[in-house]
């Protein structure tokens, strides 16, 4: 990220770190960077409209900090977006604190408990999985679903410990933080990837 906001970061992070030869590297974590023209044409699900100005917006934001900062690591979806500005794409996921996460395997004993904890609702799809929930009990299907909102860490953990199945997103097109951490507690995990996604080339020039 960026200590000063916009395109400030050419005060500080642009001319200072680069005069002195300091190393920098960005790293975008979905709608910082995500063109949503794109995004609609790799995802035909995706939760945004079509909107030219946003997309201008994140153009010049992007051109804007390559100017001084060459090296950018982000996600296998978003390397899509900022391989054209940046003369080295690093592909990483997010980082979890695997000490604070402990593997616990899901209770095959007891109908499964199914677990979402979205951070925004529309982003995730979270209606419809509201909608998938209510089907599937109406069919007779026996689970226990558990929607969470605005859980601290330790909270989360636990909810995490306590399911067995976590469901993460429908409609972005990649999955976040939570889902890193869930798979790491030893939870299947449901989210969408779209298939483009899966085939990343490295970047060949910048913009």
């Known amino acids: ?20 030869q300091i190393p920098m590297v960005m790293s975008f974590g979905g709608g910082d960077c995500r063109f949503t ?3 609609r044409l790799n995802n035909p699900y995706f939760y ?8 201008a917006q994140i153009h010049a934001y992007l051109k ?40 616990i395997s899901p209770d095959i004993d007891r109908p499964p408990i199914l677990l979402h904890i979205p951070t925004e609702p529309l982003v995730k799809g979270t209606n419809y999985i509201l909608e998938a929930v209510k089907k599937l ?30 469901i993460d997103e429908l409609l972005c097109g990649d999955f976040g933080v939570t889902a890193v951490e869930t798979m790491a507690a030893g939870k299947p995990t449901v989210t969408f990837i779209p298939v483009s996604y899966t085939h990343l ?5 910048r913009i």
């Not at 945004?48 to 997309?55: A, F, N």
């Open 137 to 166: 009990q109406s069919e007779g299907l026996k689970f226990e679903f558990r929607y969470k909102r605005q859980l601290t860490q330790k909270e989360m953990i636990k909810e995490i410990g306590d399911c067995d199945v976590y």
């Open 64 to 103: 804007s900090i390559s100017r001084y900062i060459r090296y950018v690591a982000t996600t296998p979806e978003c390397i899509k977006y900022v391989e054209p500005y940046f003369e080295k794409c690093h592909i990483f996921r997010q980082p979890v604190d695997l000490d604070a996460i402990c593997f």
């Open 201 to 205: 080339t490295l970047p060949t020039k």
């Open 1 to 20: 990220g960026v200590i000063l906001k916009n395109n400030w970061h050419h005060v500080l992070e642009g001319r200072l770190f680069a005069k002195s």
């Open 37 to 39: 023209s794109q995004a």
């Open 48 to 55: 945004r409209p079509l909107d030219t100005v946003r997309d």
